[in-house]
């Protein structure tokens, strides 16, 4: 039945919460989550993203989030920011970004009790001051 549901889900491209897929995710939002690279990937990805200066024009910075979910809507992981101007390879969870440009995630394919996790779909979520973005990925062993 599980897999049913997958397949089902996958063939409709829903995204947690009821949401159907966008593109490009968050454009319209003065900020852009990419596809991951590689895409399936086996055990790491990087996640893109972009922030806009339209993001920026209040001269204030950005709290930035990125979650990983499985297709039951459970909380999977934190990727860590990359290049980040307060530290590399903090989880990105309310970070604040304080200039516009091109940036990434980094996950291990691990979930938060540091256990590889299966093969299958997941979803990135991408908070941007409040603004959603989703985009499905494939984890393959």
Do not use: H
Not at 24 to 48: A, H, K, V
Not at 72 to 87: C, E, S, T
Not at 115 to 129: C, E, K, L, R, W
């Amino acid at each position: 039945m599980r897999r049913l549901a997958c397949a089902f889900v996958l063939c409709l491209g829903i995204l947690p919460g009821g949401l159907v897929g966008q593109e490009p995710p968050g454009s319209d939002s003065g900020f852009r989550l990419e596809q991951n690279y590689p895409n399936p990937f086996n055990p790491e990805t990087r996640i893109p993203f972009r922030l806009t200066e339209a993001l920026f024009e209040s001269g204030e910075g950005v709290t930035v989030s990125v979650r990983i979910f499985n297709i039951l809507q459970q909380f999977v992981a934190a990727p860590v920011a990359l290049a980040y101007p307060g530290g590399e390879g903090l989880p990105l969870l309310q970070l604040r970004y304080t200039a516009p440009g091109a940036y990434e995630a980094f996950w291990d394919g691990r979930d938060r009790n540091g256990n590889q996790v299966a093969s299958g779909v997941y979803f990135v979520q991408m908070v941007v001051n409040g603004r959603t973005a989703w985009m499905k990925m494939f984890v393959t062993k």
